[in-house]
């Protein structure tokens, strides 16, 4: 099973085809497939050969900046309801949990 994930890892880095592709070729549920993908270790793109590496971090740097991006818009949305509601959702520092 180790082997079939690497398998699935560097075939998935080296682009070209999606999670429900490679479950069907390697006889598994695309969810599986995209949960060893979502664990991938920047040791495990190191191991991978140097073009599969380049893809991977590409790859992370959309998915960097797509957060990037939602958190923006998130910072946002709690300004307007700070401005049109006067409601601070932000937790305050220090603040104790119960």
């Known amino acids: 099973m180790k082997k079939n994930k690497k398998e699935v890892i560097e075939e998935y880095l080296k682009g070209g ?6 479950g069907q070729k390697y006889g598994l549920h695309f ?6 993908l979502r664990g ?5 793109v190191k191991d991978a050969k ?10 992370l740097q959309k998915e960097l900046q797509a957060s990037q991006l ?5 910072e946002a949305m709690l300004d307007i309801g700070v401005e ?8 305050k520092p220090g603040t104790k949990q119960s």
């Open 17 to 22: 085809v999606t999670y429900r592709e490679l």
């Open 31 to 36: 969810a599986t497939v995209g949960k060893w």
């Open 40 to 44: 991938i270790t920047s040791q495990e």
């Open 50 to 59: 140097p073009e599969t590496a380049a893809v991977a971090v590409k790859d």
């Open 70 to 74: 939602r958190n923006k818009l998130l």
């Open 84 to 91: 049109q509601y006067g409601i601070d959702l932000r937790k």
